[in-house]
């Protein structure tokens, strides 16, 4: 099989490139990341196939490799994960694309690859992290508070039972960070293809209508703009949902009242939900999260999780949260994102 010389820039990317012929698969040529990436030579890459260098593994064979190689060829890019073995007998992950082209009069399949052992482990840390907080902390916590709950039964002295209603209180909180974990999980793995034009007065109504049902003693009021669209998933929903069961939650009035103003900024070509209650305010040390760019750390308080999903779901839309002090007493949270124009 006659190589294929490629082209010289290709050796000025820090990227593996790999040309296949476009039939059998066979290796054509390679770039010299691709050299250094996985170990071999030119040479020896010249007298192998895929398989030659795959982990020994079932899903990882030169006839997986020539199936989608010829899915590529035949006009159907491919984009998948590939487990490598070095010649030290050393695994690791790569994602490779596949696309065909043409080089020197020749059709060949060309292969893109990039380590992502590093990313693989993350994402097997955080698999764990999230089995922990939805399975194993909650239950644990119920063992604790099916104990806290018959303490509290039995026992007379005043000053136990608030002891007792102390950690029954702190278990539930507990408990409840395993379905924010789970809420973070699903608010990170949504794509652009789970999006779709949204009517925000829409969305605003159906969960204020779900806020008054759980919370019947709050006075709640819809302003503004009717005919605002924006391109969103349920993240919108549940940011909206986290925002306003915060405001009631942490409010001390007795009848809390919040109302929510829908805008059009067209200078800017964004929509601005804005959400204002009469609560005691926001601490600047929470009200901070939205303006910092650091990693999750400032979750002492009882809200912070819920804090910290809203401007998730925030960014996950290419928006931003900000919050203001409402006056006479108050926050105002401003929930920003792309204006849809076309609608």
Request: aromatic share 6%; hydrophobic share 35%.
């Amino acid at each position: 099989m006659n190589r294929i010389l490629p082209p010289a820039i290709l050796d000025t990317l820090d990227v593996a490139v790999t040309i296949h012929h476009p039939e059998t698969g066979a290796i054509l040529g390679v770039n010299t990341a691709k050299e250094e990436l996985y170990g071999y030579s030119e040479d020896e890459l010249l007298d192998m196939t895929v398989g030659d260098y795959s982990a020994n593994e079932s899903k990882y064979t030169h006839e997986q490799a020539t199936q989608l190689i010829n899915a590529a060829a035949n006009g159907t890019p491919q984009s998948f994960e590939w487990h490598v073995k070095k010649p030290s007998g050393e695994l690791f992950w790569a994602h490779v694309k596949l696309h065909a082209c043409t080089i020197d009069g020749r059709e060949c399949v060309v292969a893109l690859s990039q380590d992502i052992s590093t990313i693989k482990e993350k994402e097997r840390r955080l698999r764990l992290f999230y089995r922990i907080f939805r399975h194993n902390l909650r239950n644990d916590m119920n063992v604790i508070l099916g104990y806290a709950e018959q303490l509290e039964q039995a026992i007379e002295d005043d000053d136990l039972k608030m002891q007792i209603q102390t950690v029954n209180n702190t278990a539930k909180k507990v408990a409840t960070l395993s379905d924010s974990v789970t809420e973070i999980d699903q608010i990170t793995n949504r794509t652009l293809a789970d999006r779709s034009p949204t009517k925000v007065m829409a969305i605003v109504e159906d969960v204020a209508s779900e806020l008054g049902k759980t919370y019947p003693h709050i006075t709640l009021a819809i302003d503004g703009t009717e005919d605002v669209w924006v391109n969103v998933d349920d993240n919108l929903r549940v940011a909206l949902r986290q925002i306003l069961k915060n405001a009631v939650e942490h409010s001390d009035q007795q009848q809390p009242t919040l109302l929510i103003t829908i805008a059009e900024i067209e200078e800017r070509e964004q929509a601005q939900i804005k959400i204002a209650d009469d609560g005691p305010g926001m601490p600047e040390i929470e009200s901070q999260i939205f303006e910092s760019e650091d990693e999750l750390t400032s979750v002492s308080h009882s809200s912070g999780i819920g804090l910290w999903i809203i401007k998730f779901c925030a960014e996950s839309l290419g928006g931003y949260v900000r919050v203001e002090d409402n006056e006479p007493r108050g926050s105002v949270i401003k929930f920003t994102l792309p204006l849809l124009s076309e609608y």
